[in-house]
């Protein structure tokens, strides 16, 4: 157990709709990262937090927003669904935003958009 | 040419056998690589962390790093059946050192 921790486990959404997933980092983090993991892929990067603001993304569109808190929760808003947002969505914490520091991920949000 | 490979399997080995696992990435500046597991249906769980060339070992597990052949590599001794899952390979690019890049994952099963 990493103590990372994500709500909801499963969710069924349609597409059009909007979908908000939440994340509580590993005490003592204060950075929170988001991944995407299609089937049979490697997560993709969509952003980082550090301390509340975006230290980071990759390369999704505007429609992947996130917040962070002021206790380094964080959560991932998906807005207007399409069909290849079906996926595993992923958390991780970690200590700082440097390049060493590991990260550890949550047990995920697998989300199916029909 | 993506940027982190590896093979996808699966990798078949005997119980008590050597598996080796195999990465190779593109960034030549990348400090700091990452090896996670993955059971079906699961999160990935790290496994080994590697910053400098060499070997660093952790119980059943060698992780190997060579940086001016962009390879990294995971061996696993003695493998068990509780070993198969999917290994993937995740470096941390030096241009943006905030993320991730992983591999699509080698699956490695263990026969008993």
């Known amino acids: 157990e990493t103590g990372v921790t994500q709500s909801p486990t499963h969710l069924i959404k349609t597409r059009g709709q909007q979908v908000t997933l939440r994340c509580s980092s590993q005490?003592?983090?204060?950075?929170v990262s988001w991944y995407q993991q299609a089937l049979g892929q490697g997560p993709q990067f969509i952003f980082q937090?550090?301390?509340?603001?975006?230290?980071g993304r990759g390369n999704f569109p505007p429609r992947f927003s996130g917040l962070q808190f002021p206790n380094y929760s964080s959560e991932l808003n998906v807005n207007a669904l399409e069909l290849d947002d079906s996926a595993l969505y992923l958390c991780?914490?970690?200590?700082?935003?440097?390049?060493?520091?590991?990260?550890?991920f949550g047990p995920g949000t697998r989300l199916l958009v029909l | 040419q993506k940027e982190v490979e590896q093979n996808s399997g699966p990798l078949s080995v005997p119980e008590g056998a050597i598996a080796s696992l195999n990465c190779t990435y593109s960034?030549?500046?990348?400090?700091?690589f990452f090896w996670y597991r993955q059971y079906s249906g699961k999160s990935p769980e790290l496994i080994m962390s590697?910053?400098?060339?060499g070997d660093k070992e952790d119980g059943r597990f060698t992780a190997q790093l060579n940086k001016a052949s962009q390879y990294v590599s995971l061996l696993i001794r003695d493998s068990q059946p509780s070993d198969s899952a999917t290994y993937l390979c995740?470096?941390?690019?030096?241009?943006?050192?905030?993320?991730?890049?992983f591999g699509s994952g080698t699956r490695l099963l263990v026969r008993p």
């Open positions: 991780a914490s970690s200590l700082g935003k440097g390049q060493a520091e590991t990260q550890y």
């Open positions: 005490s003592g983090h204060n950075t």
């Open positions: 937090y550090y301390r509340e603001e975006e230290n």
């Open positions: 960034d030549r500046g990348s400090q700091s």
């Open positions: 590697i910053y400098s060339n």
């Open positions: 995740a470096v941390n690019p030096m241009d943006s050192s905030y993320k991730l890049i």
